[in-house]
């Protein structure tokens, strides 16, 4: 399998031109990395014993192989060694180096085999996500039971909300924004669902997402970008993701100056995407309006026999 690693080449005028024997633990920091993140080991992929600079330089290089069969990602929790991109030495995960004693990533999760040395980014590992999270995304984490608001926990400088999920939903799996706490829709492992745009795995995906408003998720880039193609449903359950009372109030005052022929004054039978509720309204070119909720989000369900026109 050929080898990808994206890789900074370090500043030939820092102090890496020093002797490499020993070195204090912040040489090299932020001096070594990729195009994800600044930190001075590679890791030994433990799927195909390739070396990378990191994961997503993994699964990047793996996801171009020619043979289907050979493109896989690499499960972070299963890295055993990686490399000292100070000393080049191999060896066990650990934050410092066996060799040199450069420590090998500021930030250092033992569980997610993680390193990073920009640590402006306040890194902290989310027990109940499993992997490691943002505080810049201002995270929150849902726990397993009923109620209010549960606790609040502070672990160095993260600041998580534990709240808790309706009913019909134990648990919507992932961490999601504190500006949404009481402002979501609860849907079970929402983010353990590929993005419905550009199918990349929500979960432990780098890409801000966002919640819309039946409580599906996808990346923020490709909602914009849907929103820009004027595509306002949603699309796994296609209700509405945005205020549309404006629109249908426009499409009132279309269909109210445009009356049909005489051979088109029927009813239908329709059924709302917004409210899954059933009506049967008059047939209009221009839309059918929800006699429930009344959105013109629908659909048409059964038209009547033309034979009986």
């Given at each position: 399998m050929?080898k990808?690693c994206?890789?900074l080449?370090?500043?030939?005028?820092?102090r890496?031109q020093?002797?490499l024997?020993?070195?204090a633990?912040?040489?090299g920091?932020l001096?070594?990395g990729?195009?994800h993140y600044?930190r001075?080991?590679?890791?030994?992929a433990?799927?195909?014993?390739?070396?990378?600079s990191?994961?997503?330089c993994?699964?990047?290089?793996t996801?171009?192989?020619?043979d289907?069969?050979e493109?896989h990602?690499l499960?972070?929790?299963?890295?055993?060694h990686?490399?000292?991109?100070?000393?080049?030495t191999e060896?066990?995960?650990?934050?410092?180096?066996?060799?040199?004693g450069?420590?090998m990533g500021e930030?250092?999760?033992?569980?997610?085999k993680f390193?990073?040395d920009?640590?402006?980014?306040?890194?902290?590992?989310?027990?109940?996500?499993?992997?490691?999270?943002?505080?810049?995304?201002?995270?929150?984490?849902?726990?397993?039971?009923l109620?209010?608001?549960k606790?609040?926990s502070?672990a160095?400088?993260?600041f998580?909300i534990?709240?808790s999920v309706?009913n019909?939903?134990k648990?919507?799996?992932?961490?999601?924004?504190?500006?949404?706490?009481?402002?979501?829709l609860c849907?079970?492992?929402s983010?353990?669902?590929c993005?419905?745009?550009?199918?990349?795995?929500?979960?432990?995906?780098v890409?801000?997402?966002?919640i819309m408003?039946c409580?599906?998720?996808?990346?923020?880039d490709?909602?914009a970008e849907?929103?820009n193609?004027?595509?306002?449903?949603?699309?796994?359950c296609?209700?509405s993701?945005?205020n549309m009372?404006?629109?249908?109030?426009r499409?009132?005052?279309e269909?109210?100056?445009?009356?049909?022929?005489?051979e088109?004054?029927?009813?239908v039978?329709?059924l709302?995407?917004?409210?899954?509720?059933?009506?049967?309204v008059p047939?209009?070119?221009f839309?059918?309006?929800?006699?429930?909720?009344?959105?013109y989000?629908?659909?048409?369900?059964e038209?009547?026999n033309q034979?009986e026109?």
């Amino acid at each position: 399998m050929r080898k990808i690693c994206h890789t900074l080449t370090p500043n030939p005028n820092s102090r890496m031109q020093e002797d490499l024997t020993t070195h204090a633990p912040d040489f090299g920091k932020l001096e070594f990395g990729c195009e994800h993140y600044r930190r001075r080991c590679k890791i030994r992929a433990p799927c195909c014993n390739q070396i990378f600079s990191c994961r997503h330089c993994h699964n990047e290089a793996t996801s171009l192989l020619r043979d289907a069969k050979e493109r896989h990602e690499l499960v972070r929790h299963d890295v055993r060694h990686v490399i000292c991109a100070v000393c080049n030495t191999e060896q066990e995960v650990a934050q410092a180096c066996s060799n040199c004693g450069v420590t090998m990533g500021e930030y250092f999760c033992g569980v997610c085999k993680f390193y990073d040395d920009d640590t402006t980014k306040q890194q902290f590992h989310c027990d109940d996500c499993g992997i490691c999270r943002l505080v810049l995304d201002k995270f929150l984490t849902s726990i397993y039971e009923l109620g209010d608001v549960k606790t609040s926990s502070t672990a160095g400088n993260v600041f998580s909300i534990f709240f808790s999920v309706v009913n019909s939903c134990k648990s919507t799996g992932s961490c999601y924004s504190v500006d949404l706490l009481d402002n979501h829709l609860c849907v079970e492992n929402s983010m353990k669902n590929c993005c419905p745009i550009c199918y990349e795995y929500l979960f432990d995906s780098v890409k801000v997402t966002t919640i819309m408003k039946c409580g599906h998720t996808m990346h923020r880039d490709c909602y914009a970008e849907m929103a820009n193609q004027n595509q306002y449903r949603c699309p796994i359950c296609s209700k509405s993701v945005i205020n549309m009372s404006r629109t249908w109030q426009r499409l009132d005052d279309e269909i109210a100056g445009a009356i049909m022929p005489e051979e088109y004054r029927y009813e239908v039978s329709i059924l709302c995407n917004d409210c899954n509720d059933t009506s049967r309204v008059p047939f209009h070119i221009f839309g059918h309006k929800c006699s429930h909720c009344r959105s013109y989000n629908t659909r048409v369900t059964e038209r009547p026999n033309q034979a009986e026109q």
